[in-house]
C-alpha cells in the first residue's frame, strides 16, 4: 500500500480493496477524487484476483497489510468494491477488524452471491455462489458489523451481480445509483460524492 503524506486529523486513512480480476489501479479515480478532498487514501493489491485464491486468504493478505501500514489502535476506514466487498467483510468479521475500522463502505458487493459467480469454477467463485457456506456463514452474523457506521452503494442494473439487490445490506445506509455497467461504478461522479458522504458520517 502506498499512502499519501497529508492527512486530516479529523479524518481516518481510507484503505480501497478492488474487485476480481483487478488490482489496485482500478481505484484510481477514485482514490485520487478522495486524495483531492482531503482524505489519506491507500489502495491494496489483492493478488491472485481471478478467483484461485479463498476469499480467507485475500482477508488474510489484507489484514497483514493493515497491521503492517498502521500502528495497533490506529483507526481506518475502508471501502470495498464488489469482491473487494466480501473480502473486507471477512476481515472485519472473522480477523478482527472490526476493532479498528470505523466506516465501511461496499460498493456492488455481492452480499448474498451471485449467479454469475457459477461461471467460474475456481474457490472464490463457488464462495460467491448465493447460498454458499462461505456466504451462509458471513450473513449469519451480519449484524455484528451495525456497530461500524455502514454504507452499501449499488445499482439496480448491474449485470455482474445478479440479481442486483444481493449488493445491498440489511442495515446501515443504501444508495441506489443507476449506472449502467459493473465497472462503471468505479468511474461514476456520483457513487465518488456518495462515498465521500460516506466517510463524512
Known amino acids: 500500500m502506498q499512502f499519501g503524506m497529508q492527512m486530516s486529523?479529523?479524518?481516518h486513512p481510507v484503505v480501497l480493496l478492488h474487485g476480481i480480476d483487478?488490482?489496485?489501479d482500478a481505484m484510481t479515480l477514485l482514490g485520487g477524487y478522495l486524495t483531492r478532498r482531503g482524505w489519506t487514501v491507500g489502495s491494496m493489491c489483492m493478488e491472485p484476483s481471478d478467483g484461485t485464491?479463498?476469499?480467507e486468504l485475500l482477508a488474510k493478505l489484507v489484514a497483514r497489510g493493515i497491521d503492517n501500514q498502521f500502528p495497533p489502535g490506529r483507526p481506518i476506514d475502508l471501502v470495498g468494491f464488489s469482491l473487494g466487498g466480501i473480502v473486507a467483510r471477512y476481515y472485519l468479521q472473522r480477523l478482527s477488524g472490526i476493532e479498528r475500522v470505523r466506516r465501511f463502505v461496499t460498493i456492488s458487493a455481492p452480499h448474498h452471491g451471485?449467479?454469475?459467480a457459477y461461471l467460474r469454477r475456481n474457490p472464490a467463485g463457488?464462495?460467491?455462489?448465493p447460498g454458499s457456506p462461505f456466504l451462509t456463514d458471513l450473513n449469519r452474523d451480519v449484524r455484528m458489523l451495525a456497530k461500524l457506521q455502514v454504507t452499501s452503494i449499488w445499482t439496480p442494473l448491474d449485470l455482474m451481480i445478479v440479481p442486483a439487490a444481493s449488493s445491498r445490506l440489511p442495515?446501515?445506509?443504501e444508495v441506489r445509483i443507476p449506472v449502467v455497467l459493473h465497472p462503471w461504478m468505479l468511474r461514476n461522479q456520483h457513487v465518488f460524492a456518495a462515498v465521500e458522504l460516506a466517510l463524512e458520517k
Not at 463457488?126 to 455462489?129: A, S
Request: charged share 20%; proline share 5%; no cysteine.
Open 9 to 11: 486529523v479529523e479524518r
Open 22 to 24: 483487478d488490482t489496485a
Open 114 to 116: 451471485t449467479l454469475t
Open 53 to 55: 485464491a479463498p476469499l
Open 171 to 173: 442495515f446501515g445506509h
Open 126 to 129: 463457488r464462495q460467491l455462489h
